[in-house]
Each structure stands twice: as C-alpha cells, then as structure tokens.
C-alpha cells in the first residue's frame, strides 16, 4: 500500500514539475517573440526615446549656459557702452579723445586685453583698440544700421575658431538718454571650456555654432554616428547644434538586446532539457501506470516545444547575425569616413599651406616677376594635381591698369587684357572702374587661357570673397563656383588670402591692399585623390553648408535609398563642408543574408515539427485503431457471452477430447447440472449410456489423427440432429442438436446447441392425432355435399322439366292466364338457378380436390378461350376484352379458366347501360409469382364491400339488376388461395374496379 | 462742330495754364529747417518752433510771394546726426535757412562744413563761443543768442558779485562748448584774481553716482560756488547731486543757461528748489517780465492763438528764451528776405539773405530789444562780435519761479 502511494506521489510530482517546465518553456518561448517583436522594439523605442529627451534635455541646458555665457560677456560691453566718456565720444563724433582712448585700451575681456571698437553713428571707427580685428565694420554692413536704428538691441558674430578658442563679437549701442549715438564692439576670444563652461565635453559630444557661412564648434572627430539636434539662437541669430554620438546608444540597445536573448535562451535550453528528461521519465511511469491522462498534450508537447524552439533560435540568429551584419557595416564606414575625411582635410590643409607659401612669397618679395612666380608654384603645381592653378591678383587702379596690360603684353601675351564676362556671357574688355582684381600671373596656364586677366572684381561672388579675405586678413574660400574652362556641372573654388603692403604706420590705419593669391581646386579631383584608396562600396558627396539654408552640393548626389552614412563637417577658410560617406550596399542586402537565414531556419523547424507531427499522427492513428478494435471485440466477447448465457437453448462448448469448456445457463436447466460440475467433464455425462459408443468412435477417431478419419460425424455435426439426453436425475429425453466444428489456429473445438425437444415430440404427435381425425371428417363432408348437391339435382331437373312440359301442356289455357304464365315462370326460374347454384355449389366444393393436378398452362390461350366465349354471348360492340402478354403458369387448367372467366365476365356484366365494357387483363412478375390484374370500367363499388364480394352468397345488388349466384368471387378466391395466392380489389364507385390476385410461378 | 472744338480746345488752355499756374505756385515754397534736439530737449527745440512760426504767421507765412513750410529735423546733440540733417538741408532746393537748437557741439564741429557748404544757418539758442566765428569773411551762421565770449564774463561777474563767490568751480560739460566757457570763464576770473581756476570736466550722460562723487570732490576742494555749464539732462543730475549733499554744505549754482533747455524745473521742482541756490543767465526779456511792451503783449496772444490756447500764461512757455530768440532771430530773417530778391535760386538766395541779414536797412523791433544793424561782416580781429545781435547788455540772470516760470532778475 504504502509503495504503491509513494509511487503515485513521485509520479504527481513528475507531472507537476514537468507541467511547470512546460509552462516555462511556453512562457520563455512567448517571451522570446515578445522579445524579438514587441519588447526589444520597445525597449529600443524607449532608449531611443529617453536619449532623445536627454539629447534635447542637454541642448536646452547647452542653450542657457551658452546664452549665459554670452549675456554676460555682453553686459561687459554694455557696461562699459555706459561710459560717459564714451557717450560723448559718440555724440562729437570725437575719434582723438584719449580718455575714451586710454579708458578702452585699458579694459581687459576674458583675461586679455579687450579688442574693441567704437564707432559713431556713421560707423566710423572712431576707437579701435587693436589692429588685428576680425570682424567687419564697415558701414554697409545690416548688423550696424539694425543697432543704429534700435531694431536689435546687440549684435552677435562668429569670428573665427582657432585650436580650441573661437573668437566672436558683441555689438551694442551707445546710448545717450536712451537714444542710441554709436556701437561699441568688443571682439572676444574664449576657450571653447569658458564658452560651454559647465558642459562636460566627453568624446562623444560636441557643440557647434553656425551663423552665416561659419561654423565653429568643439571637435567632433571621436563622434562615430552623429545625431545633431539643433536650435535657432534668435537673438544671436546663431544655430546651435549639440551633437551626440550614436554609436553608444546603438552599442547598448544591442547589448540589452543580446542579453535579453541569450537570458530566454539559457532559459529556454535549461527548460528544454529538462522538460524532456522529464517528459522521458513520465512516459516510463505513464507506461507503467498506464495513464492515458494528458497524453495527447505529451505527444504534442515536443514538436510544439521543437517547432517554438526553432522559430526563436532562427529568429534569435536573425537579430543577432542582423546586428553582426550593421556593426560591421557601420564600423567598417566609420573608419573608411574618419580615414577619407582626414584625407580630404589633410590635402586641403596642405593647399592651404601651399596658398600661404605663395602669400609669404609676395609679402616677402619688393615685387614678384611672372618668371619668378612660375618658377615659384611649379613644384606645387607638380606635386598636386587637384591643384587646377595659382594665381597673383594684384589690386590695381584704373590709371594702373594700361601700365599692367602693356607689361603683360610685353611679356608675351600679345593678347592680354583686363576682362569680364559681358551681358552676353562672353568674355570682354572689362568696363571701366576704379578698381580691378585681374588675375595677372596663373600657373599653368594650359587649360586656364581665359582666366587669366579675368578682373574678379567684375564677378559679385567673387568679390564679396575678396572683401571678406581682405577685412579678415585672411583666407577666405568662395562658395561653389565653375571654374574656367570647366564643365558647369563640375564644381570648383578659390581661396584667396590677400597681400597687403608692409608700411602700416597707426594701429587704426587700414592695410593697404596688395592684391590676393588665390589658388583654385577642382572638387572632382580632391575627391578622385581619395577615392583611389576607397572601398568602392563606398560613395562620397560634399556639400557646401556655411549657408545652412541654401546648402550647395559640391561633389556627388544625395543617396535617398536606406542606407548607412556618415557625416563629417571640415572648415575650410570660412567655409563649412558637409562630407557625407554613404555605404552603397543598402540595408535591405545587409540583411538578405539575415534573412535568409531566419527562411532557412523557419523552414527546417518546420519540417522537423511536420515530420513529429505525422509520426505522431500515425503512431495517433494506429493506436486508436488499437483500441478501437479491443473495444470493439470486448464488446463482441461481451455479446456472445451473453447471447450464450441469456440463450433459450443449451451451449455446451467441449474440446477436441470431449471435455466440456463452456456450459450456459439453459445446459445446466435442460441437463439438471450446474455448470461448474460439468465443466470439465466428458460429454458423455450428459448421453445415455446407450449413445456413448458412438460419441466415444468419433472421438476416438478425432484423437486418432494419423487416421485423419470422422466416423459418425454425420449424426452430430450440422443442425436440427435428434438424440437422447440424460438428465442428472437420470430421465432420459429427446434432444436436439445442432454441432459446429469451430477451428482456432490449430485447436478444433465444438460448440453445440442442444434443445429438450420432450414437449415439441408430445406435441407433434398429438397434432397427428388430430389431422388424422379432421382428414376423416372432411372427405366425409365433402363426399356428403357432392352426394347431395348431385342429389338435388335430379329432383329439380324433373321440376323443371315437368314444369316446362306442364306449361306446354296446359299452353292454351296459360294464354289468357297471366298469373298461371307467371306462376309458371316463377317455378322455372326458381328450378334453373336452384340448378345454377347447386353446380356452383359443386364447382366451390370439387376446387380443393383438384390442387394437385398441375398442368402447364398458358394463360394467354386461356383468355383468347374466354374472350371468345364470352364475346359471343355479348354483342360485339358492347364489351371489349384487352391484354398484355401473359405468362404460362403451373396450376389447375380448369380452376384457372374459372378464375378468368369469372373475373373478366363480372367486368363485363355489371357494367353501367351507356358504357362500353372494357376488361384489360396483365400480369406482372415478382420473385416467386405473378400478379395479375384485371381492371374494368363497370359500375365500381364501395371501399366497405372489398371483402364482403369474396363471401360465398354475398351479393351487392338485386338479382333484378345483375342476375348471379353470389359464388363467383368465391370461387375465384378458392382457386386462388388453392394455388398459393391472395386475391383482392381496388375499385371506386362508378370508376371501375381492378382485380389482383397472385399466382405461384411453380 | 467747330463750337465743340473750340469748348475742347479752351478746356485744354484752361486746364494748362492751371497746370502751369500750380507749377509756379509749388516753385514758390520756401523751405524753413530746424536741426534741432527734438527728443532730449525737445521743449527748448519746441520753444524755438513756435518763435519761429509766430513770427512767419505774422506775415501769414508768405514773403515775397513764397509760402513758408518748415522741416524740423533730430539731431539730439548728436555732431553727425547735425550734419546729415545739413546735408539734408542742403540739398534741398527750396531750403532757405537752417535753425539750430540747443547744443553748441554740433555746430562748433560741423562749423567749417556748414560754412563749406554755404548753409545760412540761425541760431537762437546755442551759446558756444566759436559757432559765429568762422574765420573768413562769408559766414553763414547768425546768432541771436547768449554768447559764451560775453556770456562768460557775466555769470562770472554775478558769481564774484552778486553770490560773492570767492573759490568758484567751473563743472563743464566735455564737450567744445564746455571747452568754450572754460576759455571765457578762465578768462573773466582772471579779472578776480584767480589765474588757475578750479575746473571739473564730466561727460554727457553723467550718471547720479558720477554727479554725486565730483559734487563731493568739489566742495572739498574748499569750492564755495559752482559755475555750471551744462544742458537740461546733465544740470538736473549735478542739481540732485547737490540735493544730496547736506543743506549747510551745498554751493550755489550759477549756471549758464543750458539747464533751462529741458524739464529741469519739473525734475527738480519748486520745492526742491527752495533748498538750492539756482541762477542761470537768460536774455533779459521775459513773458514774466512786470513790464510787458505793447509788442510782446502782441506777440503773446498771437502765441495763445497759435498754440490754441495750449500756452496761456507765460508759466505756460517752457525754455521760453527759446521762442524768444527765435522769434526776434525771424523778425529778421524776415526783413533779410524781404530786403533781398529771392531769385528761386537756392544758393543765390541763402546768400542774398546771408549778405541781407548783416546789411539790415531798417531796424527790426524784437521782443529783447529794436535791432538796428544787428549784424554785419565778420572779420575774427576787428568785428568778432559781427554775428551776433545781442551783446552783454542784453543778458540778465534769471531763476525759476514758484510756478516754473523763468523770472528775470532785473537789476
């Protein structure tokens, strides 16, 4: 007892354990879709989220210090703007005053000795503190009349980045009363930590400012993947742009990814296996207790488990080599773009280099001739391809300008003339102008004939660069321009650095100007130097972008399809450039590979988990048949046991040896024994001794199997054989029974039914008995009714007969006696039918005597016989007689004739006055009879009287009407009945009448 | 037919020789500037205006056929500002002559443009000593005003006399003006014995604090009276930097006549006045004057008619030695003009009137006084005194009256 519960106890706790690591596996598995499908996306979403608002969070803070950082350093300004000294300098316009002089040149900014400027309302420059300004004050320029005339209240401008300062100016009013007299301008220099002051600039963000054309900002080179988020300082009218990193977010999305991953995964393994070790040591407990409970969901369990498996493994693999894929792709770009960038930086500095050469050539040189120039930029020229030329601006003046041109000309080019681009768009004389900026020396000059001598100050662009180099003192590069002799789509620059003369004498005395050098670049060919080196999986496009609002494309087209890129930002002498490096192969081919590992392994779970699945199902189905089948003979075991028991008649099953095996509950009643004292025991005890030798020579013989003989089988096996019984009480009674040989393999067995036929034997003979005595009675009665009908007869065959000799006797007094005549006829009429019933008497009597004379007879003929007969007596033209083809039978001729006859003379006798009689005879073959009908169109009867017409004497109308004796119909019943048929009528009053009767074929 | 063509064609003449008829009567507009401070001391500016338009009125602003308009323009002491609205003025051909305002600077500074430019430029309130001595013969600026050459003197004079000042301290505006007064002041204390007169600079636009330390440097420096040459903004700082100091210690203030060219007496009102001792030089004519003569009784309601009853007591009339000057300054520009033929030539004609106003044939009674040959050719040696229609004896001193009003002191 207490091993079996422990057993059942260990078993539940299988169960139990292995329902939860199932549950587990389900859940991991759903976590792992939810994972892949919902969660990551979402977790992603929320990193994504979180570090946009802390993105924007930190560009908002980025903003205010920034804002902080320049309010302050404009109430320094404004403070000192307050000066009276300085309001008054404005208001005399009062360039010489040394107090503002001395109280300006003492002021000290950020550290360092304040460069500022004064100007009046005429944007004079009436005190400026340092020759080395950078910022621009000329009175043309917005920022001036906007103070002046109070739309702005300060001006700010980016100046220039050099390391890690940026140098800006604040502009603010001079007021006096409130009234707005002169600027004061403080141009500042800050270190980048002072501008951003509290920002912990780490490697992975960056700050830049863009205003106009100049962005100046912390270096963004450690920057893998920048996102930039950017504000519009309006009042600074400067773009802030904050500038984070990428790389650590995707890094870390990845990673909580992956570990999310590898968690359900560890999770689902572990589950997995000892789901399995436990569904393998359930099964062998479930075999042993034989527990069909939730076997169904076991067999399922594993595909399902296999199938949830599969699917999170492939898409695991998925996600994962898919990230595998981007990271490389992406590390692969970023360091092809920070080498290229570099590159490309690296070679315009060293053009820049080149520019400065050039520049420190001709501040270095009393004058420079074109043999000296050339001899000069040869080298560069040699070195550096991309270089399409250098060239010597120098800035001269109208009266100059002859002077030049003949020197030129003198030189060798006969042709050389100061030009411009004319209405037309040709190249012309350039018209005539104060000043003109001719390119004069160009190096080489093949495939650059037309620049030379061209005045750049003809061309806006041009000029306006020119002015800035000049004013900043420094280089200066043009947005795009087409260069000479260049296709039009292919975008060029120049960067100009202007020369000025060396004989400054006061600080706030303007350089007089020299001219530029300028040197000129093809983009295409700055690009083609490093794309020579580049994976040509790679695609470069630059865009000029110091005016964020009409950004120029400088090399390349925008790449719209998704795929990976990388920007960086380069600065070039004013000017920003956006390199953008895309990876050609898009994302989608990226994760082809991905993709077509997640089908691949789709596919192969569901192959595995179809293949579980039917092996399950076939083993399902088998097993189910199993089953079925058990059942099915349990319950036909089950049946024929209780057919046996429940049987009227005794079963005794008896071996090949004649011992009994089985003994039903009628055996034991008809023998007197029980089944268990049988049981067991020869068959003999149940037969008199007098029958055992026969059973004994059978059995003998069947044991005897060299022999192979049965001797005396017959009167055993088969059914319905007689023998006696003896019962235990020793009574001897007849039996029936019926053997059967049942053969098992290679076991012979008989079953017998046997039946007490003691009552059925006292029955038959008393019923013998009994026909014998009604046999005596009915030839007696039969011979007494011929006898008398036969008898009769004679008696009113002489009434009849003398009555009609009486009448013809007595004929002349009947004359005139009516009543006598009608007397008379009463008498013979009442003769004739006694006569007519007594022969039909006769007829119905001698029917059953005659049965056994069967004679082949042909229907058919026998109609023809009857028609004839029949229309001979009627007129022709009021009866007709119609049938199918009719078969031949076996029966009585003559009965057969009278049944016909019968049937087809009624059809035509009661018949309505004004109708035609029609009688159609046909026969229809069933299995083992005829059916014959026999329908008219006479005057038809009631349903109530179908049986009625078949009585003998029943009649349905006066005999006024239809004469008869009322035994027709009776007879044709006889003789049907007598030939083992049915007669019977379908029929409606005034329709006709159809007669059935049934014929045996035989 | 031909009477229609004849209506058309008379309807064409008719209609051209009104054209023609608007045409002239638009050539005939005389064009009268002010480049004045019409915002910092604007009362002084609006002063001079309605001297000006008083005066014109008089003649229903027409002379000679040529209707008058005037153009004020801005300069707000501003020397550049000044000389864009010159150019303005110059520029423009019906332009005839140019008022000042307030502000000796500007026209100090621009004075050799202003005489370059042959600009006829009046002055009614502006006292810088160099404004009418333009080296040269042909100078263009007039001035009917308090002269610094002689103003100088005077408020020196009623200092060391009248305030028995002993250490006075000369507080001067930076600016040429100031440069102006020390020179003359210096000057006229030199006739006090006092060679090396105390002497404190401030620049416009000094604030209170600024005000407040040079006031406490100056009273310790032993300075028992404060000759103050400044205008309205800069006098009401200094005059509540006195108030600041404690009643036994604070100094008289002679000022020159700057201080009345804006709202000084409602900055620094009756009440706080009665603790400060505050003279300013004025020309000797006032409004408030017990003696009124029957032209300026005149000139009064015409004032009240013009002004539409806005001005009805002379207390009414703020910076009022503003339209006085102005006024007197246009009664002779008027008799200039109608001595001179104007031609339609600008340039013919400001210096028609130029030579008109130094060769006036008839005296030209004013509200200050008749003017008999006001003016007369400059020569800076022997006639230095050439353009300017008042001289000394025409200046008095004056304070504020417990109603705001300027009252004369007439001794």
New interface residues.
Partial sequence: MNKTNLKKEASNKVIIFRTVVGYSIGLLSLLMLLSAFIIIPKINTLFEEQYDKDTKRELKKEVALFNNFIESQRRVIEDLA????I??A????DADNASVNGLLKNVVIGGEKGRLVLQ???A?VLVQTTKQLQGIYTNEEPWIEEILNASKPYHFQLLNQSQDSILFKISVPV???G?V?GILTGEIKASLDDVFVNQVLSSDTAITLTQNELTVGTSTNKIVLARENTAMLQGLNVTFTYITDDAPLLKRERSVQNLIFSVLLAGLAVSFILFSLLSYTGALQRVKLKSKENSRVSLYSMPIIVGVLGVSASIITFIIVSNAKQVSVENNLIFESQKHVQEVRENLNTYLGILDSVNAFFSASEEVERQDFKVFVESFLVQHKSIKAIEWIPSITHEERLVLEDKARLEGFTNFSINEVNQDGNLASATQREHYLPVYYLEPIAGNENALGFDLASNPLELKTLIKAQESESKVATSKITLFEEDITKAGIFIFRPVFYNDKKQVTEKLKLQGFTSISLRVEDLVNEVLLGMDSNLALFIQDISDPEFPETLYGTPQVVESFSRDEIINLAGRSWRIKIYSKANKTEYAQSAWGMLITGLIFSGIIVLGLVHLIRRREYVEQLVVQRTAELTASEEHHRAIVELAVDGLITIDKFGIIERFNEAAENIFGYPSKEVIGSNIKILMPTSSHQGSDDYFKNKQDETKEQIISIERYLGSGKYAKGQHKNGTIFPIEVSVSEIKLGSTIKYSGIVRDISDRVAFEKEREQFIEKLTDSNEELERFAFVCSHDLQEPLRMIRSFSEKLQDHIKEDLEHDEKGKKYFNFVIDGAIRAQALINDILTYSSISNDIKQLEDVNIQDLINVIKKNSLDLTESNTAEITYDPLPNLQGNKTQLFQLFQNLINNGIKYQKTDTKAHVHISAKEAEDHWCFTIKDNGIGMDERHFKKIFEVFQRLHRRSQYAGTGVGLSICKKVVERHGGTIWVESEKGMGSTFYFTLLKA | MKKIISSILILWVTQTLLFVGNVEADDKIIHIYQDADLSIHSQSSKAIQLGIEVAFAEVNNEINGNKILFKYLDHRGNVLRSKRNYKAFINDPNALVIYSGIHSPPLINNRKFINESKALTLVPWAAGAPITRYPSKENWIFRLSIDDMQAGGMIIDYAMKNQQCRKPQLLLENTPWGNSNLVNMSKALTTYDIQSPQVTRFNLSVKAKGAQVLTDSIINQGSDCLILVSNAVEGIVFANAMLEVPRSKRLPIISHWGITSGDLHEKIDAKAREGLALNFIQSCFAFTNETQTPLANQVFSQLIEHTKGIIKNPADLQSAVGFIHAYDLTKLLIQAIKQSKLTGNTLKDRNTIRLALENLSNPVQGLIKTYDKPFSVFDSVLNNKAHEALNASDYCMGYYGATNEIIIINE
Avoid: G, R
């Avoid at chain 1, 307050?82 to 000294?85: I, L, N, Q, R």
């Avoid at chain 1, 404005?90 to 316009?93: A, K, R």
């Fill in positions: 307050k000066f009276p000294s309001t008054n404005v208001m005399l316009s009046d309302i005429e004079n007021l006096y009363s009234f007299e």
